[in-house]
């Protein structure tokens, strides 16, 4: 079940326009979302951590894009 955090972020995902006055004005595009005062502190620290907790799931470590093979000895 998707929670505030996690319905805004998804609307984030999906809106570029959205994310654009998010990235202006953070305040104005969270005040209709029924995000509580600590959830637009999370979002708007840029701490992953956070983010994470005030949506719900377990932090998970970044994917990795490229794997760089070892050099040999």
Do not use: C, H, W
């Not at 701490?47 to 932090?59: F, L, P, Q, T």
Request: proline fraction near 11%.
């Amino acid at each position: 079940m998707k929670n505030s955090v996690t319905n805004y972020l998804t609307r984030l995902g999906e809106n570029p326009r959205l994310r654009l006055t998010f990235a202006r004005d953070p305040n104005a595009t969270m005040s209709p979302a029924s995000l509580s005062g600590p959830e637009r502190a999370a979002l708007t620290s840029g701490d992953a951590s956070a983010i994470y907790r005030a949506a719900g799931v377990n932090e998970r470590p970044a994917p990795k894009i490229i794997q760089i093979p070892a050099l040999p000895a």
